[in-house]
């Protein structure tokens, strides 16, 4: 009989590990509350109308068909891990070998959190930008202040790359409609050097960015909270705004780290070693893995937590678990895989940013980088569905 697996979330990471354990002939249930895995790096584009929210979804029955996993939809609400069962809203799970955690992560609280919207937070704020950004282009002017947070606990949850590029997207589309100059754009954020993990030269190439497409800057002044006019920092100034984007930093996420006996990290997310196995302090239980978004990342102090690294570490625990059922050593470690990297998209074209130990590369791509990441979006769908074959490493 094959050995069973249980994986918690539909995300990428979670996704991931389903293929490629079905690859090695693992019997696959996935849970997810969602009908479909949402492809966030392509939702830049749903405020700006370039897509439709249906063509950043995959349809998880989709998945399920094409790559023979059972996804069941219900909602986790508690992780006995060390007890071998997963509660959730409908029903009970514990007739599994292997249990896989990739339910993502929380996100930080701000006082005044119903007067922002983000493009990383639940889905159905994509398209409440897009409408609330009607609105302002109805009214014909307006102040938009769009920006990204961190976490002193875990400097690898910040969501940076997406901010610029929601902000430049929106730059661009003012600017086709022949009203840019209507608008004021705002980029904010409380940390002093916002950007710092995309290398030593990211600060001025930013700066370089802002400058060319007449964007103001507001840094360095942690968020105090946040009103329906604006964003009030602790010193009590004030931007004002007509339309706030913001990304909070991640932090644990909420079922985890409320409803759940799996050790954590100072900012909440599960411990594991490099290969992705959750390290509980009492117990040699190495049948509970953490990737994702929901695992505490070690390495270096620019790491950051992307969708790929989320891949490689689904790729390497339904590798590790096969070599385990087979009674080998052999293991594969996420530490050596980290990097920071990233097709920025403009609208207009993109910047390509690479950055490891050894190497920080980042150089502007003027109309083919927009399309190079229309391109990744088309590739990742598709070949998700195996309507096309995966490229090595993608």
């Not at 998880?60 to 508690?78: A, R, T």
């Not at 292997?98 to 930080?108: E, P, T, V, Y």
């Not at 014909?140 to 202040?145: L, N, P, V, W």
Request: net charge positive.
């Amino acid at each position: 009989m094959n050995k069973k697996v249980l994986i918690l979330g539909g995300g990428f990471s979670g996704v991931e590990a389903a293929i490629f354990l079905r690859k090695e002939k693992f019997e696959v249930t996935l849970i997810s509350n969602r009908e479909y895995l949402y492809v966030y790096p392509t939702s830049i584009w749903i405020p700006v109308k370039k897509i439709k929210f249906e063509d950043a979804c995959i349809p998880m029955s989709s998945l399920e068909k094409v790559h023979g996993f059972h996804w069941v939809k219900d909602e986790v609400v508690e992780i006995k891990a060390e007890q071998g069962k997963v509660i959730c809203k409908d029903q009970e799970f514990s007739d599994y070998d292997h249990l896989i955690i990739a339910m993502g992560a929380g996100k930080r609280k701000y006082k005044g959190r119903e007067n922002f919207l983000s493009i990383c937070g639940a889905p159905s704020e994509a398209i409440q930008l897009k409408e609330n950004l009607d609105k302002l282009i109805q009214k014909g002017s307006g102040t938009i202040a769009m920006g990204f947070g961190g976490n002193p606990h875990d400097k690898s949850t910040v969501r940076g790359g997406p901010a610029f590029e929601v902000l430049f997207n929106v730059n661009n589309y003012l600017k086709k409609k022949g009203i840019r100059k209507n608008f004021k754009l705002i980029f904010f954020a409380p940390m002093e050097n916002p950007g710092a993990k995309m290398g030593k030269k990211a600060p001025d190439f930013m700066d370089n960015y802002y400058q060319r497409l007449k964007i103001d800057k507001h840094i360095g002044k942690p968020i105090k909270h946040f009103e329906n006019d604006g964003i009030v920092f602790a010193d009590d100034t004030k931007i004002d705004s007509d339309y706030t984007m913001y990304i909070p930093a991640l932090q644990g996420h909420d079922v985890i780290t409320n409803a759940s006996d799996l050790p954590l990290s100072k900012a909440g997310f599960i411990k594991i070693n490099d290969n992705c196995e959750v390290q509980f302090e009492n117990s040699n239980n190495t049948s509970v893995y953490a990737i994702g978004d929901s695992s505490a990342l070690e390495g270096p102090n620019w790491k950051a937590k992307q969708g790929h690294i989320a891949e490689v570490m689904a790729r390497n625990v339904a590798f590790n678990i096969s070599e385990k059922e087979k009674g080998s050593t052999k293991r594969k470690g996420y530490r050596e895989h980290l990097n920071v990297l990233c097709v920025m998209d403009s609208g207009d074209g993109a910047a390509f940013v690479f950055r490891n130990d050894t190497k920080e590369i980042i150089f502007p791509l003027p109309i083919i980088g927009h399309w190079m990441k229309k391109g990744w979006g088309w590739y990742f769908k598709n070949s998700k569905l195996n309507k096309i074959p995966r490229l090595p490493g993608m």
